[in-house]
């Protein structure tokens, strides 16, 4: 048994603002169009894949209806889009083409395409419904705008894991487990759960006999199931029951009269068996036996349950049908179902772990205790009953079948193809499996396709990465074969190694080839470079973005001079490289030996200390398994803090040469309107106590605590500390007004008497970053604070901004600027994990001097990184691989990027060189 945390003390950052996923049923055909192959090799489509839109940058603005107009139009018209720090821009974004939209973290890319174009698209939906159906529903205000025309349907891809949890697996993401469940239930062969042997008929003698057979005296009573776990109130049941000449039931475990059966809920799960006879075993009983037996199977369809009383007085239940019960050792089963796969349903789960495959080895009393937990002893991570896990096909069960790499299921699949048509004539089988197994294999296809064929259909959701979890989703998308949808994506290409880069965009292709129209927020410049259309949004960040730039063709917005984007797409821009690199080899050295978590194949490595060390692979070559899941663990022990158990490893040599340990991840910083910057990187606290202190406070007897609005004692009794009212509008969207008794400033006037410099707390909220470190230059922990939130390029948020609304570049670089304004000891080790996400090619830039900066105080920065310009910054590289899943867990190669580069035959040898080629190098 294999002991794991499911709780770890780490530092996390968000790797995407959260968005809802829409999924409305859209009522369309699933036209499946023929799957072809559209893997490709290259970094970029073809130039002939790429649209002619025509479209072009407004020059002015008309006010218009907010709905779209009957006339067909050739693009989506945005007027007026006002929405967070978006300037009234006015914008086309072309039908059935990729647009991309770019531009530096926080200059309103999110808010164009998620708040403005989605949030929208679904209002809209929204709307057409009934007043009943809204009700029922989240409702969308709608967004800051003029108008916006020819809208198509609208749905999100994004990065959101919150939709998934420790029940989701990829399997059911894209609903192949619906049709594995299918296909067992129809032509699996069921197994005895006690002898192993296969499960053949028990006939209605055979079960008159074993009924027969009991002591004299026994009482017996027999029921015949009706209903078994279906939701309804089930009246027609009661009445075949009555009709049948019968007078009890048994519902939900409980005998009543068939005229005192309570009513029963049509939204809960019921089970009903009539009581066909109570009788006690003894001679002569044999007749009325076989008859009550003959009954029970008729109305049962085949099976019954016999009640037996014990020694106890309780009753002990055995289930017999005529359909699945064992020739060798007698034991009967319910039907197989696809529910009996399901780890989701009570009737299929594993009992002792109720699904989740895992269950709780010791859970602390305390908040913020380790969970421990272990893989179920039961069903060994399977999750599914014993009835399920004996269900075969081909000498394989369902949850063996999931848990194989997709390359080697497909052949499975492949082979189970063969083998039915090699059967001759079409049998009930082959009817029944060729289509579900022809479907299957395309939706693994797709899977293949988006760059994520390292993975396994039993891999759980929320272990996913953001970008795993989207390109999971854009091939369930692909698979459904919807047509005229406006898909809107969050940077897909997040996590994925620029040799992957072609298969993502082929499948984006043939999303768009089906008739739809893609609008993907991106920084990937392969992905640039294969838009057909290109919107530019800056110049800059906050108040100082939010207009459009320029608009046009990748090639045309290029050539722009004043896009920031088109600098570095033409080469006038680059992230920098350093001249000289560090010397690794005289470092001295961090070694994990034998590391074997996951895919890792015993693998040795050495992480050189007081250097920018980059881990680079293909997905799924065993970075994070390497990194955050072996060897950050392991100096955590090593230093005493409370993280998860590290994966399996031999030992670990050099942790002693390190004193502090700060991991950087992708969750977010914070999902409440309460949590803003200031809150999360401490710098309130700072300022509490800096208005605690003045005189005024002190006089009127104000604490600290005062200057919190999460505190009962200064904040606004009305609103709670939010600055806003809701209001209840039933089936129309809540309405939310400025508080009417603070005026949105969260603190009630007592607090609000106090100043400093002139500024209450409040004012200084509203203050941006840049504009708070002038202010408060001159006391030392709040100004370090700021000064680091503006080395990572974040002078222009404001420090009360709701965390809800930043990005995900601002969300993580909130957490480096924070971890930044710390004491440093020079002999820290910062991981980071893809710390490029959502970033710019200038905020890339930004990050990479911050990095440089901690390593030239003597820190150790380990980056897992799938960005090749950074990548090409750092000291040493370590490249795992070959390949991804059962492919990868090598160390490939190591050395400086120039090392790496000299190998052009691994993917991230040809990736470095082109990195460095660019870069001049």
């Known amino acids: 048994m294999h002991a794991q945390a499911t709780h770890c003390h780490k530092i996390r950052s968000s790797s995407s603002t959260c968005r809802p996923f829409a999924s409305f049923p859209l009522l369309l055909p699933p036209t499946l169009p023929k799957s072809k192959s559209t893997a490709s090799a290259k970094s970029t489509p073809r130039s002939s894949n790429r649209r002619q839109t025509g479209a072009r940058k407004s020059s002015g603005r008309k006010p218009r209806s907010t709905s779209a107009g009957p006339a067909k139009t050739d693009a989506i018209r945005i007027r007026g889009a006002r929405v967070h720090n978006l300037r009234s821009i006015d914008v086309d974004l072309p039908h059935h083409a990729i647009t991309v939209i770019t531009g530096v973290s926080g200059s309103g890319k999110s808010s164009l395409a998620f708040d403005t174009l989605f949030a929208e698209g679904q209002r809209q939906y929204i709307d057409s419904l009934s007043a009943y159906s809204r009700q029922f529903l989240d409702q969308i205000p709608r967004p800051d705008l003029d108008s916006i025309d020819g809208l198509a349907p609208t749905l999100s891809i994004d990065q959101k894991a919150g939709t998934t949890g420790s029940r989701s697996t990829v399997a059911t993401i894209t609903e192949i487990y619906d049709y594995l469940r299918l296909l067992f239930a129809r032509i699996g062969v069921a197994h005895c759960v006690q002898c192993g ?94 008859d009550s037996v003959e009954l029970s199977l008729r109305l049962g369809n085949g099976s019954l349950v016999a009640l037996t009383e014990n020694e106890s007085k309780s009753w002990d239940e055995e289930l017999f049908n005529t359909s699945m019960s064992c020739a060798e050792c007698g034991t009967s089963f319910a039907e197989v179902e696809p529910r009996t796969f399901s780890f989701n349903s009570p009737y299929g789960a594993c009992p002792t772990c109720d699904g989740l495959g895992e269950i709780v080895v010791r859970e602390g009393k305390r908040s913020g205790a380790t969970r421990i937990t272990a893989i179920c002893p039961e069903c060994d991570g399977a999750r599914i009953g014993p009835v399920g896990r004996g269900v075969k096909i081909a000498d394989v069960n369902i949850a063996e079948l999931t848990a194989m790499p997709l390359d080697q299921s497909l052949e499975w699949f492949g082979r189970l193809h063969e083998r039915l048509a090699g059967h001759g004539d079409e049998t009930l089988e082959q009817k029944i499996a060729h289509p579900i197994v022809d479907e299957v294999q395309r939706r693994i296809g797709f899977l293949r396709n988006v760059g994520v064929d390292y993975l396994t259909l039993d891999r759980r959701g ?409 990548l090409a910054a750092c000291d040493h590289i370590i490249d795992l691989g070959p390949s991804g899943g059962l492919g990868g867990g090598n160390i490939v190669a190591t050395g400086t990027p120039e090392n790496i580069a000299e190998n052009t035959n691994t993917p991230s040898g040809a990736a470095m060189a082109h990195a460095l080629e660019s870069a001049g190098r």
Request: charged share 25%; with cysteine.
């Open 197 to 290: 042997s296969a499960v053949s008929q028990l006939s209605p003698d055979a079960i008159l006999k074993r009924l027969a057979d009991r002591p004299d005296g026994t009482r017996m009573m027999l029921l015949s199931p009706m209903v078994r776990g279906r939701k309804g109130a089930h009246r027609d049941v009661f009445e075949a029951i009555q009709k049948a000449g019968l007078v009890r039931a048994r519902v939900d475990g409980e005998v009543h009269a068939i005229d005192e059966v309570p009513s029963l809920s049509v939204r809960k799960d019921h089970t009903i068996e009539a009581v066909v006879d109570r009788l006690v075993i003894r001679e002569g009983i044999e007749s009325r036996l076989h």
């Open 462 to 870: 929320d272990t996913l990465s953001g970008g795993e979890l989207q390109r999971v989703r854009l091939a369930t998308s692909i698979g459904s074969g919807l047509v005229g949808v406006c898909y809107v994506l969050d940077e897909p290409s997040i996590g994925l190694h620029p040799a992957d880069h072609g298969r993502l965009i082929d499948a984006i292709i043939q999303l768009r080839d089906q008739g739809n129209t893609i609008v993907i927020v991106e920084h990937d410049e392969a992905t640039i470079r294969g838009a057909d259309h290109l919107i530019d949004i800056g110049p800059g960040a906050g108040t100082a973005g939010g207009e459009l730039i320029a608009s046009g063709t990748p090639d045309a917005v290029s050539r722009d001079p004043k896009s920031l984007t088109g600098a570095y797409l033409r080469g006038d821009s680059r992230i920098p490289i350093p001249t000289t690199r560090r010397d690794c080899g005289q470092a001295k050295q961090l070694v994990l030996h034998k590391a074997a978590t996951h895919n890792l194949k015993d693998v040795t490595v050495s992480i050189p200390l007081g250097c920018l060390v980059g881990i680079s692979g293909v997905s799924g070559s065993g970075k994070s398994s390497l990194i955050n899941d072996t060897l950050y663990p392991a100096v955590a022990q090593s230093l005493g803090l409370v993280t998860d158990p590290p994966g399996p490893y031999q030992r670990l040599e050099g942790a002693d040469a390190i004193d502090k340990l700060i991991a950087i991840d992708q969750a977010p910083i914070g999902r409440s309107p309460r949590s803003c910057p200031a809150t999360y990187s401490g710098v309130m606290d700072e300022l509490r106590k800096v208005f605690a202190t003045t005189r005024q406070a002190k006089s009127l007897g104000f604490a600290a605590n005062r200057f919190s609005f999460n505190s009962s004692a200064g904040r606004c009794d009305l609103c709670g500390g939010l600055g806003m009212e809701k209001i209840e509008m039933n089936f129309l969207s809540d309405l939310y007004v400025t508080c009417s008794r603070c005026a949105g400033k969260r603190f009630n006037r007592q607090t609000l008497q106090v100043r400093f410099k002139g500024h209450n707390i409040a004012d200084v909220l509203d203050l941006t970053i840049d504009q708070a470190a002038e202010l408060f230059e001159n006391i030392p922990k709040p100004y370090r604070q700021l000064c680091s939130l503006q080395d990572v390029g974040l002078g222009y948020l404001h420090l009360g901004q709701s965390s809800t609304t930043l990005s995900g570049g601002e969300a993580q670089r909130i957490k480096l600027g924070t971890e930044l304004s710390r004491p440093a000891t020079g002999q820290t080790l910062y991981v980071m994990d893809e710390p490029t996400t959502g970033l710019h090619f200038d905020d890339v830039a930004r990050l990479v001097g911050v990095m440089q900066r901690l390593v030239d105080a003597g820190n150790t920065v380990l980056v897992i990184e799938h960005q090749f310009d950074l």
